[in-house]
């Protein structure tokens, strides 16, 4: 497979000896305009690697504040042309910051793996993890993925044993997703010496990058799980602070792009700690 931006932004973070801070939103929430505002000003506030999600009306694996960000950009008229238009808007400004696209199968599946793959990848994006679509369905989707020169990223969790982990591994490029608790997003904290006996543990079985997420809420626990992990993901406490900037009307406020600009900012100088 070809090298992706993906691939250059883990190289580079391992030569400067720190872990990367990826971080998720949902395209569309709480209005297209926002969102792109959001998404555009990710970079510049400390974000190495941005995942955006896929609006669907069924995310079984989210949380509430991800459900409830996914159900106002749904409810603002957002598709999946919107979101991929937001990809390329951002690559009119920024040619390096990966982009990972973050959903679910069924807004794909209706558009063809291939032709969305191929569509993707000419917006500009770099990586996409699936979350309904297990190993066994490699052919579904991560390989015409790989085929096309998009990364295909699986999740990880406790519960991947070493029997399964080559099976879940066999195919997955860009990172590995390491999802630190069991259950839906933004759900309890992560156990940080958990954290650091599984990233251990994964790396036996592959040399790319190990992202850990679910949970991460603050910079001290960013700064934690980072002395061990590759990459820190954080998604729910960004939703839901687009939630809680939103007025009564629950339409965008001038204070909305801040509060998620400024609580990447912070969790930058959590990663940046991780490893001094």
Same mark, same amino acid.
């Given at each position: 497979m070809i090298e992706t931006r993906i691939d250059r932004r883990f190289a580079k973070l391992k +030569? =400067?000896?720190?872990?990367? !801070? #990826?971080?998720? /939103?949902?395209?569309?929430?709480?209005?297209? +305009?926002?969102?792109?505002?959001?998404?555009?000003?990710l970079p510049e506030a400390g974000s190495d690697v941005i995942e955006l999600g896929m609006p669907f009306s069924d995310p079984m694996a989210e949380g509430v504040p991800i459900q409830l960000a996914t159900q106002r950009s749904l409810a603002h008229g957002h598709?999946?042309?919107?979101? !991929?238009?937001?990809?390329?808007? *951002?690559?009119?400004?920024?040619n390096d910051t990966?982009?990972?696209?973050?959903?679910?199968?069924?807004? /794909?599946? #209706?558009?063809?793996?291939?032709? *969305?793959?191929? =569509?993707?990848?000419?917006?500009?994006?770099?990586? !996409?993890?699936?979350?309904? $679509?297990?190993? =066994?369905?490699d052919d579904e989707l991560c390989i015409p993925a790989i085929e096309g020169g998009v990364n295909f990223i699986r999740l990880t969790t406790p519960t991947t044993d070493? &029997?399964? !982990?080559?099976?879940?591994?066999?195919?997955?490029?860009? *990172?590995?997703?390491?999802?630190?608790?069991?259950?839906?997003?933004?759900?309890?904290?992560?156990?940080?010496?958990? $954290?650091?006996?599984?990233?251990?543990? /994964?790396?036996? @079985?592959?040399?790319?990058?190990?992202?850990?997420? *679910?949970?991460? &809420?603050?910079?001290?626990?960013? =700064?934690? /799980?980072?002395? @061990?992990?590759?990459?820190?993901v954080v998604g729910s406490i960004l939703v839901e602070a687009i939630r809680?900037?939103?007025?009564?009307?629950?339409?965008a406020t001038n204070q909305t792009q801040a509060a998620v600009t400024d609580l990447v900012s912070s969790l930058r100088v959590g990663v940046e700690k991780a490893r001094k």
């Amino acid at each position: 497979m070809i090298e992706t931006r993906i691939d250059r932004r883990f190289a580079k973070l391992k +030569a =400067e000896g720190r872990p990367a !801070l #990826v971080t998720f /939103i949902t395209a569309g929430d709480p209005d297209l +305009a926002t969102s792109q505002a959001i998404l555009d000003a990710l970079p510049e506030a400390g974000s190495d690697v941005i995942e955006l999600g896929m609006p669907f009306s069924d995310p079984m694996a989210e949380g509430v504040p991800i459900q409830l960000a996914t159900q106002r950009s749904l409810a603002h008229g957002h598709t999946m042309d919107k979101t !991929l238009q937001m990809v390329r808007e *951002f690559r009119k400004k920024d040619n390096d910051t990966p982009i990972v696209l973050m959903g679910y199968y069924n807004p /794909i599946y #209706v558009r063809g793996s291939a032709a *969305f793959v191929k =569509e993707a990848r000419e917006a500009g994006v770099d990586g !996409l993890i699936v979350v309904d $679509v297990p190993a =066994e369905a490699d052919d579904e989707l991560c390989i015409p993925a790989i085929e096309g020169g998009v990364n295909f990223i699986r999740l990880t969790t406790p519960t991947t044993d070493d &029997k399964r !982990l080559p099976t879940v591994l066999a195919n997955t490029s860009g *990172f590995v997703y390491y999802v630190s608790v069991t259950g839906v997003t933004g759900s309890a904290a992560a156990d940080t010496t958990a $954290v650091a006996q599984a990233v251990t543990r /994964i790396k036996s @079985h592959t040399d790319l990058p190990i992202a850990v997420g *679910f949970g991460i &809420k603050t910079a001290e626990q960013a =700064e934690e /799980i980072g002395k @061990h992990a590759d990459g820190v993901v954080v998604g729910s406490i960004l939703v839901e602070a687009i939630r809680k900037s939103l007025d009564e009307n629950g339409k965008a406020t001038n204070q909305t792009q801040a509060a998620v600009t400024d609580l990447v900012s912070s969790l930058r100088v959590g990663v940046e700690k991780a490893r001094k």
